[in-house]
């Protein structure tokens, strides 16, 4: 195991029937870095990043976190150990508000316990208000701190993918996997998003991301892995990944 890596995985496979979706797939994701993932569709991409986060068993295969075994623990049980994931299509909460979305991510609320709300309600008072005020942290850092009492079934596609990056950061993670952030964004957004990933990263938080607008992938990241058919296909710097024969063959249709 490489000290240097925060994330690990060795030769994942899954299938559905007949069809093998990822075949003795491998990635490491070196601390503090920004690493990308792409392929073509149709490439397993997403049910990779399903498998690392265990959102679905593996048939086989390891991932680490830090270093320990993670492919059988509960997805809650990852993202408390700080690797948390936000998805293609953002997930939110539409008839909450964008600051109750926030507050959801919360850890280890004293409230969430039945009788605690019956014997501890200063100190379940104290954390709430704490919690509030991190998370209009957050919302002020990502430009949404104006939509803090609309409801999220309000915001834009882009202003939902950057709650649910917003809300991810409310764990304290130390690497969060992004799938597609870039997806049906408008290109100011986009634009932003990068712009707060870059700022995240410097701070010391690592990032996976799978992305098809190459532009965000090739000027974020400071590795790539690609996918085709399931399996790994190549690693490498931006620079290397852009004039590998195989890559332009499988990924760009050369």
């Known amino acids: 195991m490489n000290d240097l890596s925060i994330l690990k995985a060795e030769n994942l496979s899954k299938s559905f029937g007949g069809i093998k979706a990822v ?63 936000t998805f293609q299509v953002p997930r939110v909460l539409s008839r ?25 309600g200063q100190k379940i008072a104290q954390e709430e208000k704490l919690n509030k005020e991190k998370a209009k942290h957050i919302l002020e850092s990502v430009g949404l701190i104006q939509m803090c009492d609309k409801y999220a ?22 690497l969060i996997l992004l799938d597609e952030p870039a997806a049906g ?31 965000v992938i090739m000027s974020l990241c400071d590795r790539v892995s690609v996918m085709a058919e399931g399996r790994n296909l190549a690693t490498g710097t931006p620079s290397e990944i852009q004039t590998n024969p195989q890559v332009l063959e499988a990924y760009l249709g050369s």
């Open 96 to 120: 909450l508000s964008v600051l109750e979305n926030m507050l959801l991510a919360a850890q280890n609320q004293t409230g969430e316990k039945f009788w605690n709300a019956w014997f501890q």
């Open 23 to 85: 075949q003795n797939a491998s990635i490491d994701v070196p601390t503090g870095s920004i690493t990308g993932l792409i392929g073509p569709n149709g490439a397993g991409k997403t049910t990779f990043f399903n498998l690392l986060s265990n959102f679905l068993r593996p048939d086989s295969g390891k991932v680490y976190l830090l270093g320990k075994p993670i492919q059988a623990k509960p997805s809650h049980s990852i993202a408390q150990l700080g690797m948390v994931r």
């Open 185 to 215: 964004v408008n290109p100011a957004l986009i634009e932003e998003i990068c712009g707060y990933i870059q700022t995240w990263n410097r701070e010391g938080m690592s990032f996976l991301i799978i992305e098809h607008n190459m532009d």
């Open 153 to 174: 079934g309000s915001l834009s596609g882009g202003q939902r993918k950057l709650l649910e990056i917003a809300r991810a950061l409310m764990t304290n993670p130390k």
